[in-house]
């Protein structure tokens, strides 16, 4: 581990190195399992349990957020989210440990709630007849972002910040840093849009008998969000 990381709390480190080495253990586990042999497998079989310790913790936090959301508003743990999300890609920026990497796709996993709250912004907003055009077009917006995003991140990843300026590596940053400040500047800006433009939609769909409603989202402009948000993965 870098003088870097020893700097840091050993409780901290230690949580997070014990996730590294469990992610480990688990690959050789498999490769045992299925009998492969070989270093490239090694880095295939990592890198597929890194994703998946990322999408196993959106599906354990999933069901805590949609019950916040519903007691205390979609707009407000929709930012909680996004707060996280943007700790994630702080932590991947700083993220030359290979640990804190570790731990940015854990903070990423358990505060990735965005996908279900745009399906319930998106509920609370339509009606019956409107409700599966609303839905598509998240649905499209994931589409495109899942499409056009690995080309981006590639882009962004073959400039390495330190190579231009060795005094950052001091700062912990890492050959694919320039990727994971796009990201970080992306959620800034969406986090900016939906402080800016987003009303709370849980009350208006609680009180849709009341006269005066509050102004509700578009669901164009909500895909816009997911289309932002689906290329940073």
């Not at 409780?11 to 045992?32: E, G, I, P, T």
């Not at 800006?189 to 009180?207: F, G, M, N, V």
Request: glycine share 8%.
């Amino acid at each position: 581990m870098s003088n870097f990381s020893s700097k840091l709390p050993v409780s901290r480190s230690l949580s997070a190195c014990q996730v590294a080495l469990l992610l480990v253990d688990a690959n050789h586990a498999f490769k045992y399992a299925i009998g492969g042999t070989g270093s490239n497998l090694d880095v295939v079989l990592f890198g597929g349990a890194l994703g998946s310790l990322f999408s196993f913790l959106q599906f354990i936090v999933s069901p805590w957020i949609g019950r916040l959301s519903d007691r205390l508003g979609r707009k407000r743990v929709l930012m909680l989210c996004m707060a996280g999300n943007l700790a994630s890609c702080f932590l991947w920026i700083v993220a030359r440990p290979f640990w804190v990497f570790v731990l940015s796709r854990v903070v990423g996993g358990l505060s990735e709630g965005n996908v279900q709250l745009s399906v319930s912004i998106i509920t609370d907003i339509t009606t019956a007849e409107t409700r599966s055009k609303g839905l598509a077009l998240v649905g499209l917006a994931f589409a495109l972002g899942f499409t056009v995003g690995p080309a981006m991140g590639a882009y962004f990843a073959s400039h390495d910040l330190a190579a231009y300026n060795p005094t950052l590596e001091s700062l912990g940053l890492n050959p694919y840093s320039a990727s994971a400040l796009f990201a970080f500047s992306l959620i800034l800006a969406e986090i900016w849009y939906l402080q800016r433009s987003l009303p709370e939609t849980l009350p208006t769909r609680r009180k849709s008998t009341t006269p005066a409603a509050k102004p509700t989202p578009k669901p164009a402009a909500l895909s816009r969000l997911a289309l932002i948000h689906a290329s940073l993965k």
